[in-house]
């Protein structure tokens, strides 16, 4: 079965300060695997994606993610918190057609 | 955001009534998903569309029918509300390729008395 998991439902940072989000996954195959984010009364918002290439990706708001295959992870990375990167985040693999979402870390940025 | 309406933003009906919710997308995609987000469990694939009049279950399809007549409107269907459906629905679009990113609209909360 394919699944995602985000270990941890909340993680607090201060403002200024390295943040990590958390992500695992296990599915068939390679799949293309995704990172969003949830303001309020909002839908998700695409941040970034992993195809092929360098473990190391960039995307939208200065946030990148690091992409582990022998540990099958693939998590978010900020090196410096905003207190307006408060939100909820979303893991998300695509072996197919379909996407398999992880049930999401609420991130909390404190000034 | 993408070109993607949901309607409507905010229903509540009563359990046993039946209930439409309508996406309707202007990127011309081939994939239309309908999600549903509740507490603890992240989204939810209900159901799925690959084309016109193609479409296929997720993992929480009992109790919702979905059609796709045009590229554009894909309809979410309640036939008979429960409570237990009370949620927030979004719609989600995608493109052609298995690396295409999902864009979501702005959600439907779904209210079943």
């Known amino acids: 079965a394919q699944s995602v998991a985000q270990p941890e439902d909340q993680v607090n940072v201060a403002e200024g300060n390295p943040l990590t989000v958390k992500c695992t996954y296990s599915?068939?195959?390679?799949?293309?695997l995704f990172w969003y984010v949830q303001y309020p009364n909002r839908g998700l918002q695409f941040l970034l994606k992993?195809?092929?290439?360098?473990?190391l990706v960039k995307g939208s708001y200065g946030f990148e993610a690091e992409f582990n295959k022998s540990q099958t992870s693939f998590h978010l990375k900020k090196p410096s918190a905003l207190v307006s990167d408060s939100a909820l985040y979303f893991c998300?693999?695509?072996?197919?057609?379909?996407?398999?979402f992880g049930s999401g870390t609420k991130l909390n940025v404190k000034p | 955001d993408a070109g993607i309406t949901q309607s409507p933003r905010h229903k509540v009906t009563e359990t046993g009534t039946p209930v439409t919710l309508r996406c309707h997308q202007t990127?011309?995609?081939?994939?239309m998903y309908w999600y549903r987000q509740d507490p603890g469990h992240g989204l939810r694939l209900i159901h799925y569309?690959?084309?016109?009049?193609?479409?296929d279950k997720g993992e929480v399809s009992d109790g919702y029918s979905v059609s796709r007549s045009k590229t554009e409107d894909f309809l979410l269907t309640l036939e008979s509300a429960t409570s237990s459906q009370t949620s927030v629905y979004f719609c989600?679009?995608?493109?052609?390729?298995?690396?295409?990113?999902?864009?979501f609209g702005n959600g439907t909360r779904l209210t079943v008395t």
């Open positions: 992993y195809i092929t290439g360098d473990n």
């Open positions: 998300a693999v695509r072996p197919s057609g379909k996407f398999y």
């Open positions: 990127e011309n995609h081939r994939y």
């Open positions: 569309s690959y084309g016109v009049k193609d479409t």
């Open positions: 989600a679009i995608s493109g052609g390729t298995d690396n295409s990113p999902l864009h």
């Open positions: 599915v068939s195959g390679n799949p293309y």
